[in-house]
């Protein structure tokens, strides 16, 4: 069946015990990408090795190296996939896909997801749900309602191009959603589409540390204290999400008192403001 063009682009640094499973996720798929291409930033285990076992059969993957450019907090994620970017080949694609080297999901993932957006093609920016497994049990993972998720981004081309892309810094994955909303496209999950995290978030750094970068990024977006303060009352009121809860608003708190660094967009934040005022008033809103 004739399916809408894609590209994906996925960062990776030591994934060795999760990378084959994306690996036969995506090379299972119904509808297959175009090109993937996997950027190795610096990885000191075996999974450069096996990206190149898989790129030996399927050359529509291929491996390319980070120069292990100055990190910056958020940001470096940003860089990487900018890095892959520079490295597709093809000239026509509609969606270009942002994956983790942590997942997997089923077969028809990418099918589902290209009906979706060929049956609205007000859809500019959507992605799977994060699942985890406890005690056996896949649990969906913890994200702001509506909020696309950052591991499995799929952007309409058309609508990329319109937000100008991804910013290099914290919230990247929450403003490239927010400036499609302000531009008139749809941004969402797709509820069916289930996707398995096998590095859930908050391990690569531990929850207080990934607590505290959200909040910093909350900060960074401009997200309005109110509302931050209702995100924060959420999450500690969740079971196992009470450290989680404390770190945001640790991270936003310091970054308020040391007036660090906004998003210089003041029609973003504007935005932003009104519509998270809209939702803690059980308006509707669109963000």
Known sequence: MQHSPYVIISPMKNEERYVAQTLDSVVGQTAPPLEWVIVNDGSTDRSPDIVSQYARQYPWIRLVHSNASKRSRGGHVVDLFYKGFEHIKAKHFDFIVKLDCDLSFAGDFFAVALQHLDDNPRLGVTSGISHIMIDGQLVAEGAAPGH???????????????????????????????????????????????????????????????????????????????????????????????????????????????????????SFINFLRKHQLRKLLMLKSEV
């Open 148 to 266: 696309t998720l950052g591991a499995s981004k799929i952007y309409r081309y058309s609508c990329f191009q319109d937000i100008g892309g991804l910013v290099r810094s914290m919230g990247w994955d929450g403003i490239d959603e927010i400036k499609a909303r302000m531009l008139g496209w749809e941004a969402r999950p797709i509820r069916e589409l289930v996707v398995l995290h096998h590095r859930p978030e908050g391990k690569q750094l531990g929850t207080f540390a990934s607590g505290l970068e959200r909040g910093r990024g909350s900060y960074f977006m401009g997200y309005h204290p109110m509302f931050l303060m209702a995100r924060v009352c959420r999450q500690i009121l969740r079971p196992r999400h009470f450290v989680d809860g404390i770190a945001m608003f640790a991270g936003y708190t310091s970054a308020l008192l040391k007036r660090e660094e906004r998003i210089p967009d003041s």
